[in-house]
C-alpha cells in the first residue's frame, strides 16, 4: 500500500459535478480525504480557480471541510493563515516569482499576443478576451479568452500552437471553452511539484485527480505517481492518467476521486 502525504485534487469537475443540480461535494469524497488525512495526508485543491472564487466554491459545496493548501489560478501555492476565515497566505517566494516571471514574459511577448488575438478575433468574432493578467499586475493587458464552443476553442489553440518557437515560454491553460494565457513553466504540475517540495516529498507519495486539458500537467507521473480522473473526464486526460498506470474511474467527479483513493487504502 502506498503512503500518500499529498492528495491535489482539480476541483470543478473533479470534486464537485460542473454541470446540472447543485455543486456539492459527495460525501464519498469528504470520508475518503478524511480517512487519508487520519493517516497523515495532507489535501491540496488544485484549481484554476482564484483564492476568492475557490472560498466562494467553498461556500457553496456543502463539505464540511476545507483543503490544507490551495493551489489556484493554475500556478500561485498558498497555505492557510485563518483556515476558518478562508484566508490564505503565500507559501514560500513562489507566487512573487511567478508573477514576476508571467510581467517578463507578457511585457516581452505583448505584440505576438495581440497579433495572434486579432487573427482569433477576425475569424471568430465572437471570441471574448478577458484582461488583467493577474489580481496583481498587469491591469488591462490581455489574460485570457472565453470561445462560444470546445470547436471554436479547438481552433483557438491550434493557432496558438501554430505560433512554434515565435512564442517562446508564451504559453495557455484550456479549461473547456476557457483558456488562460501563461509562462510555459507555471501550471498546475509546476505548483504541485514545488508544493511538494515545500513540504519535503517525493512524488511517489503524491495522488493527483483532474478532469480537463489545464490538469495534464499534474498527471503525467512526474509530479504525482499516483494519477487518477472521473468519469467525465475529457479523453486526453483518460489516455495521460492510463500512460501513467493511473486508475480512470467509472464513476463521475467526486464519487470517481473516492473510488481511486480508497482503491489505494
Ligand atoms: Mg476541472
Redesign the pocket.
Given at each position: 500500500m502506498p503512503t500518500l502525504r499529498l492528495i491535489s485534487t482539480?476541483?470543478?469537475?473533479?470534486c464537485v459535478p460542473?454541470w446540472g443540480g447543485p455543486q456539492e461535494m459527495p460525501c464519498e469524497l469528504v470520508e475518503a480525504i478524511t480517512e487519508w488525512r487520519a493517516r497523515g495526508a495532507v489535501w491540496a485543491v488544485n484549481?484554476?480557480r482564484s483564492p476568492a472564487l475557490l472560498n466562494q466554491a467553498w461556500g457553496e459545496c456543502g463539505a464540511g471541510i476545507r483543503p490544507d493548501y490551495a493551489l489556484t489560478s493554475e500556478r500561485d501555492v498558498w497555505r492557510p493563515c485563518d483556515q476558518r476565515a478562508g484566508e490564505w497566505a503565500d507559501f514560500g517566494d513562489w507566487n512573487q516569482r511567478a508573477a514576476a516571471e508571467h510581467r517578463a514574459l507578457l511585457t516581452e511577448a505583448l505584440p505576438i499576443l495581440r497579433e495572434a488575438i486579432g487573427v482569433i478575433r477576425r475569424r471568430h468574432a465572437r471570441v471574448r478576451v478577458l484582461y488583467g493578467f493577474d489580481h496583481v499586475n498587469g491591469e488591462g493587458e490581455p489574460a485570457g479568452l472565453v470561445a462560444e464552443s470546445e470547436e471554436e476553442m479547438d481552433w483557438i489553440v491550434s493557432h496558438l500552437e501554430g505560433l512554434g518557437p515565435r512564442a517562446g515560454k508564451l504559453s495557455y491553460q484550456r479549461?473547456?471553452i476557457y483558456l488562460r494565457f501563461a509562462h510555459a513553466d507555471y501550471h498546475k504540475g509546476a505548483a504541485l511539484a514545488e508544493l511538494s517540495r515545500l513540504l519535503d516529498l517525493s512524488s511517489g507519495e503524491v495522488f493527483a485527480a483532474?478532469?480537463?486539458y489545464?490538469?495534464l500537467s499534474m498527471l503525467d507521473g512526474t509530479s504525482a505517481r499516483h494519477v487518477a480522473c472521473p468519469s467525465n473526464a475529457i479523453l486526453p486526460v483518460k489516455e495521460a492518467v492510463r500512460r501513467a498506470g493511473g486508475h480512470v474511474s467509472e464513476l463521475p467527479d467526486g464519487r470517481g476521486v473516492a473510488e481511486a483513493l480508497r482503491r489505494l487504502l
Open positions: 482539480d476541483y470543478d469537475g473533479t460542473v484549481t484554476g479549461n473547456s483532474g478532469d480537463h489545464n490538469d
